[in-house]
């Protein structure tokens, strides 16, 4: 069956009007749930040169908010840049070379070139296009999922790799050490160097009626953690105290989104941050998500030093496996 591709529909010149499968219902349209104006999210400076001040602020912004906008991670504007370039390349590709690249969830076959067509209860679907694969570790990745074109994707995406990994490493640490654990603590309880590094380019094309639709619908990441940076077009908006906040753009900056694996080892402190993307009517938005994940075959539960008579359990305790399974088919946890 062939999928009907949201940037072909965007870039096709009789669209004047959504189609009604994107039309949110009344209660989800961002025109009558608009973000709340001044409310700054927490912008965190690894540079901060007092170790235990960069640990409070950390794990503060994961439990208050789930969120954080990070700065001085040591990641160079030029690697940004080109990781860009490349991802806007590929999607600039016609439209059957990208098809070369197409996926198949329905038989398990995450990887490549998809548009979300898995639809919600009210068949609606969401305005992104996106490119998806496996970056780390080695024995999972499959290059061959990989875009060939632009003939620099696979060199620019594998350092920007070796950076999300050391990044990944320093901020498990701290978020470790925010609940007063050894530094290692989240990083071998997700699986060590076993840990799975996934890439996600989202593109979501100029869209008739941004105020009727959403590029993503509201959700949590059920990996441990999310580290994404985006272009300049702003739509992020994060959930806080019963209303979205919006992200703004910051340059070089990367927005750390707590995932559900996180809140569950931590028993609740951390919290796994509810989130949507906006879309725009002239531009282009695109994103870039690393999600750091266990491998399938890890338990996850509350780490056991967290927990007394006075701080329960909280989570059930299961593989990461079963955990996707059920939150893939919207199953009790």
């Given at each position: 069956?062939e999928?009907?591709?949201?940037?072909?529909?965007?870039?096709?010149?009789?669209?004047?009007?959504?189609?009604?499968?994107?039309?949110?219902?009344?209660?989800?349209?961002?025109?009558?749930?608009?973000?709340?104006?001044?409310?700054?999210?927490p912008?965190?400076?690894?540079?901060?040169?007092?170790?235990?001040?960069?640990?409070?602020?950390?794990?503060?912004?994961?439990?208050?908010?789930?969120?954080?906008?990070?700065?001085?991670?040591?990641?160079?504007?030029?690697?940004?840049?080109?990781?860009?370039?490349?991802?806007?390349?590929?999607?600039?590709?016609?439209?059957?070379?990208?098809?070369?690249?197409?996926?198949?969830?329905?038989?398990?076959?995450?990887?490549?070139?998809?548009?979300?067509?898995?639809?919600?209860l009210?068949?609606?679907?969401?305005?992104?296009?996106?490119?998806?694969?496996?970056?780390?570790?080695?024995?999972?990745?499959?290059?061959d999922?990989?875009?060939?074109?632009p003939?620099?994707?696979?060199?620019?995406?594998e350092?920007?790799?070796?950076?999300?990994?050391?990044?990944?490493?320093?901020?498990?640490?701290?978020?470790?050490?925010?609940?007063?654990?050894?530094?290692?603590?989240?990083?071998?309880?997700?699986?060590?160097?076993?840990?799975?590094l996934?890439?996600?380019?989202?593109?979501?094309?100029?869209?008739?009626?941004?105020?009727?639709?959403?590029g993503?619908e509201?959700?949590?990441d059920?990996?441990?953690?999310?580290?994404?940076?985006?272009?300049?077009?702003?739509?992020?908006?994060?959930?806080?105290?019963n209303?979205?906040?919006?992200?703004?753009?910051?340059?070089?900056?990367?927005?750390?989104?707590?995932?559900?694996?996180?809140?569950?080892?931590?028993?609740?402190?951390?919290?796994?941050?509810?989130?949507?993307?906006?879309?725009?009517?002239?531009?282009?938005?695109?994103?870039?998500?690393?999600?750091?994940?266990?491998?399938?075959?890890?338990?996850i539960?509350?780490?056991?030093?967290l927990?007394?008579?006075?701080?329960?359990?909280?989570?059930?305790?299961?593989?990461?496996?079963?955990?996707?399974?059920?939150?893939?088919?919207?199953?009790?946890?």
């Amino acid at each position: 069956m062939e999928v009907e591709r949201i940037q072909t529909l965007a870039f096709s010149n009789q669209l004047k009007e959504l189609p009604p499968q994107f039309i949110r219902p009344v209660n989800e349209r961002p025109e009558n749930t608009k973000a709340v104006e001044g409310v700054t999210v927490p912008v965190i400076s690894l540079s901060q040169p007092h170790h235990h001040l960069l640990v409070r602020e950390v794990a503060e912004a994961a439990s208050q908010w789930g969120f954080f906008l990070l700065t001085s991670h040591g990641i160079s504007p030029w690697l940004f840049k080109r990781l860009q370039e490349v991802g806007e390349e590929f999607f600039a590709l016609p439209q059957k070379e990208k098809e070369a690249y197409a996926n198949d969830p329905s038989n398990g076959n995450f990887e490549g070139y998809g548009t979300k067509m898995t639809k919600n209860l009210e068949e609606k679907v969401e305005w992104v296009d996106y490119f998806f694969h496996i970056m780390a570790p080695s024995s999972r990745v499959n290059c061959d999922k990989w875009p060939k074109n632009p003939p620099s994707y696979r060199e620019v995406t594998e350092e920007y790799n070796k950076e999300m990994l050391r990044l990944t490493n320093e901020v498990l640490e701290l978020l470790s050490e925010g609940l007063e654990l050894e530094k290692k603590t989240l990083k071998s309880s997700l699986g060590d160097e076993k840990i799975e590094l996934e890439m996600k380019i989202n593109m979501y094309p100029p869209c008739p009626q941004p105020e009727l639709a959403l590029g993503v619908e509201p959700h949590t990441d059920m990996s441990a953690l999310t580290l994404l940076v985006s272009n300049e077009v702003s739509g992020l908006q994060i959930w806080k105290d019963n209303k979205w906040v919006a992200v703004d753009y910051l340059q070089n900056a990367i927005f750390v989104h707590i995932g559900d694996q996180l809140e569950i080892l931590s028993n609740g402190k951390y919290k796994s941050v509810l989130h949507r993307s906006l879309v725009n009517k002239e531009c282009m938005r695109m994103s870039w998500a690393v999600f750091v994940v266990p491998p399938h075959e890890v338990v996850i539960g509350p780490l056991p030093p967290l927990l007394n008579d006075y701080n329960p359990p909280k989570f059930s305790i299961k593989t990461y496996a079963e955990y996707r399974h059920c939150k893939f088919n919207k199953l009790p946890q």
